[in-house]
């Protein structure tokens, strides 16, 4: 199909809330590596890798061929019967998540993987409530929903009950008015005052993204997650991990967001990342939370032997190609870049993120901070005429969000940074 047709096929078949960036939609006609391209044949450096999920390149040969094999041997048992796949999945987990994280429950989401959490530490404590944070986003879901807190992703209903909201890190827009460090972090202290003021005093869990994804990449201060975490055990609670957008390297060098803040969580949910663009989720635990769970599950699609081994697959290339380091030291050069064009252009008013997972914040003035959602809407605009794809994110939508593949090169930055650069030339203040 051309190009006008799909676009009329998807206004007359899909839903309308199925938005698509740009006011002419890209129609992606295939990939390779860390380029995209369109039904015309025009090449794209993807950067933001259909949103923080191309790990390792888009049709990575190695995940693929191993993908190809799967589907001519097995493609679908459901959880019902084992299979080869899915324990060896399991298995691998087990051994690259922090601490005691050692049994796994798979879905097809980071949705599904969060309301499974929520569900698990529920039945864990016997207690019923959870705290989460403001800007957090966490799934479709409607207990996901309620978790989120970022009202244009919690239209169409909820079941709140039971969720409460405390203050997020958010060090650029300080909800305290305070500023780093002087502050010695006392938005963690307003967790505890969620707890002692808007539950029952004892809950279930504290869910939490190391670094925000749809919130704009706010990256907490590294002493955050530690007064957190004493603060949730006083309570009675366990520690969720939402690490759908910061799993499997991104954040660089370790293999978990959460890491960084030297935490070990009760319970881990990623998705995204994990099997490189194929449709998988799962919800990570302690031995003795897992066990907890009561009654009787399945998932029909989840640890689907093809996707568990397109996750294994991805995990191996990680591996083999070292992207845990290549995503912290790329990620290191890219950051020197965007803080070159801060320097440049004054709509940048922060720079912010971990490994390749970067954002600038985009404000009419750096004085008052005043967001400028329209003219990171004319930045996409410009980095989609030049040759770029970016992502975008914040409450006020006004953040850039970066996060090419972690086998993306120095040159790749470079590349990405030139046409950043000309696109920002390009915005009309």
């Given amino acids: 199909m051309k190009r006008d047709e799909v676009l009329q096929k998807h206004k007359q078949y899909l839903f309308p809330c199925v938005v698509n960036y740009y006011a002419q939609p890209l129609v992606v006609d295939h990939a390779h590596a860390q380029y995209v391209f369109d039904t ?32 001519d041997r097995l493609q679908h048992t459901s959880t019902l019967y084992p299979n080869q796949a899915i324990v060896a999945l399991a298995e691998k987990l087990a051994q690259i998540t922090p601490g005691n994280l050692q049994k796994s429950f798979f879905t097809n989401s980071g949705t599904e993987a969060n309301e499974s959490a929520v569900q698990l530490a529920r039945m864990a404590t016997g207690s019923f409530e959870v705290v989460a944070l403001r800007h957090g986003y966490s799934g479709h879901s409607m207990v996901a929903k309620s978790l989120t807190a970022h009202a244009p992703w919690r239209a169409g209903g909820m079941v709140s009950v039971g969720i409460e909201h405390a203050i997020n ?14 502050c010695e972090v006392a938005c963690a202290d307003d967790v505890e005052d969620v707890i002692r003021t808007s539950t029952s005093g004892r809950i279930a869990a504290f869910l939490a993204e190391p670094i925000q994804g749809v919130g704009g990449f706010i990256t907490p201060p590294l002493e955050y997650f530690k ?55 799962a919800t990570i635990a302690k031995p003795e939370i ?79 901070k005043e967001p400028a959602p329209q003219e990171l809407m004319q930045l996409m605009e410009r980095s989609k005429e030049n040759g770029l794809l970016i992502g975008k994110g914040g409450l006020w939508g006004n953040v850039v969000r970066l996060s090419p593949p972690l086998n993306a090169s120095q040159a790749d930055v470079d590349e990405a940074v030139r046409i950043l650069d000309k696109s920002f030339a390009q915005v009309k203040l």
């Fill in 40 to 71: 015309e044949g025009r090449r794209y450096l993807d950067f933001f890798g259909g949103i923080l999920t191309i790990s390792v390149g888009h049709c990575n040969q190695k995940v693929t061929a191993k993908v190809k094999t799967q589907i």
């Fill in 290 to 368: 897992a066990d907890a769970f009561q009654g009787m599950t399945i998932s029909t699609f989840g640890g689907n032997p093809v996707t568990a081994v397109a996750a294994r697959a991805t995990i191996e290339v990680i591996e083999e190609e070292k992207l845990l380091d290549n995503a912290h030291t790329v990620g290191a050069h890219l950051r020197r870049k965007l803080e070159e064009l801060q320097a440049k252009y004054p709509l940048i008013g922060d720079v912010r993120g971990m490994g390749l997972m970067q954002a600038l914040e985009l404000v009419k003035d750096r004085q008052t």
């Fill in 169 to 182: 890190p958010y060090c650029y827009r300080c909800p305290l008015k305070l500023r780093y460090p002087d």
């Fill in 227 to 281: 007064k957190v975490f004493k603060i949730i055990k006083k309570f009675g609670g366990l520690f969720i991990a939402d690490e759908v957008q910061t799993g499997f390297g991104r954040t660089g060098k370790k293999w978990f967001g959460i890491e960084h803040w030297d935490v070990e969580p009760d319970i881990l949910t990623t998705a995204k990342g994990m099997a490189n663009g194929t449709p998988v989720g």
